[in-house]
């Protein structure tokens, strides 16, 4: 597995990749970079030349996730890194490129996209469907039937009741409580959550 990104959110890939025993693991950056351990940082292939390994993103910034995936997408397989002691339903799906945390709980007929990141102990209640390159961050909470729009963040901790719709490309700030809609390009904070600031269209960053 080629894992994309010498960066801590790649570390704890590595270490997942490691703990699943998948039996090559090699890192690519587009940076010059020191080895990871005992991993050295190779440059990425040309994108048009066709790659045997499957690749998982191991970029934290949604968008830039995005470029590196459509950058790859014609000559690359994107697998996914799943730790094993997540708690995944049976009747949940994971879209390809996607990265499941230690102790991420996903229940049943729950959908999530490519390229997302579900991180440490978060939990994703039934029926939710969280689009591609969404990261739901460390022990936040999804109640059921969440739905996330394209490229959003939910930060570490945040909590969303039940029901609830949040828009592409949205920020919602750790420690969030989430009891009401949010509009596409949105950054909300506090309890309850509020929308303090609104992102101009086509604006990801």
């Not at 191991?58 to 397989?77: L, P, Q, Y």
């Not at 995944?88 to 102790?103: F, H, L, N, Q, W």
């Not at 039934?126 to 969440?146: F, K």
Request: hydrophobic share 40%; with cysteine.
């Amino acid at each position: 597995m080629i894992v994309y990104g010498a960066s801590g959110h790649g570390k704890v890939i590595i270490e997942i990749l490691e703990h699943i025993g998948e039996p090559h693991i090699e890192i690519w950056d587009d940076a010059e970079k020191p080895p990871v351990w005992d991993y050295p940082v190779n440059r990425p292939l040309a994108p048009e030349l066709p790659v045997m390994d499957k690749m998982v993103i191991s970029i934290g910034v949604n968008a830039t996730r995005r470029k590196v995936a459509d950058r790859f997408k014609e000559s690359v397989v994107f697998g996914t890194a799943i730790h094993s002691s997540t708690n995944i339903s049976k009747r949940a799906k994971i879209g390809e490129g996607t990265v499941v945390m230690a102790g991420v709980s996903i229940n049943a007929d729950s959908v999530i996209g490519r390229h997302c990141i579900v991180n440490t102990s978060a939990s994703v209640d039934h029926d939710c469907v969280l689009e591609d390159y969404v990261h739901i961050s460390p022990n936040a909470t999804l109640s059921g039937n969440v739905q996330i729009g394209e490229g959003t963040h939910i930060g570490s901790g945040a909590s969303v009741i039940q029901g609830i719709r949040i828009g592409k490309w949205c920020t919602i700030g750790a420690g969030a409580v989430v009891i009401r809609d949010i509009p596409d390009y949105a950054t909300a904070v506090g309890n309850p959550a509020r929308v303090i600031k609104v992102k101009q269209p086509g604006n990801y960053e």
